[in-house]
């Protein structure tokens, strides 16, 4: 059997996001201030240190875990990024809801649940310079490689590729 991703895999990638975002704050306040008022690092440093502050290791399901995360960033992270990636993280969770292993068209449901809530709250799409257009490309990634046979976590590398390029 193929490799599956579960609450441990959630727990796991949420912990190494939020190592990410607190590495890269200093970058992600200057971007930020390029186009806007310079507090999207520290807002989602905050956001994703709440989330490892309130991390629950009794979540059974990565959807639950996932669903702690978005309900923390939505009432921690300020501006469009906490409705933004918290509505993002609601829908994943709802689209994988009662699942314990997580396999590649879960990964899928995810993915596109995700981007589908991020479109609807932002009202953006593709080619308009939002985080849309890192997503889009991931989910038709992500769609190809569970199509030709890839496990969750080829799944997830071969989206994460995308929406690096």
């Not at 999207?40 to 956001?47: A, Y």
């Not at 995360?69 to 906490?82: D, E, F, K, Q, R």
Request: aromatic content about 4%; hydrophobic content about 50%; proline content about 3%.
């Amino acid at each position: 059997m193929g490799a599956s991703l579960g609450a441990e895999w959630a727990r796991t990638w949420l912990r190494l996001a939020a190592a990410e975002i607190s590495r890269r704050r200093i970058d992600l306040i200057e971007l930020d201030r390029a186009i806007g008022d310079g507090d999207h690092g520290e807002n989602m440093d905050r956001g994703f240190t709440a989330i490892l502050e309130r991390e629950d290791p009794e979540l059974p399901t990565a959807a639950d875990v996932l669903r702690s995360a978005a309900t923390t960033l939505i009432s921690t992270v300020g501006g469009a990024a906490g409705p933004l990636y918290g509505t993002a993280l609601l829908r994943a969770a709802k689209a994988t809801q009662g699942e314990e292993v997580l396999g590649p068209d879960h990964v899928v449901a995810l993915l596109a649940a995700a981007l589908r809530g991020i479109q609807d709250r932002g009202k953006a799409e593709e080619g308009e310079k939002t985080m849309v257009d890192a997503w889009a490309p991931a989910l038709a990634a992500a769609r190809e490689a569970a199509g030709t046979g890839a496990d969750a976590v080829g799944v997830l590398r071969v989206a994460a590729a995308a929406a690096a390029a």
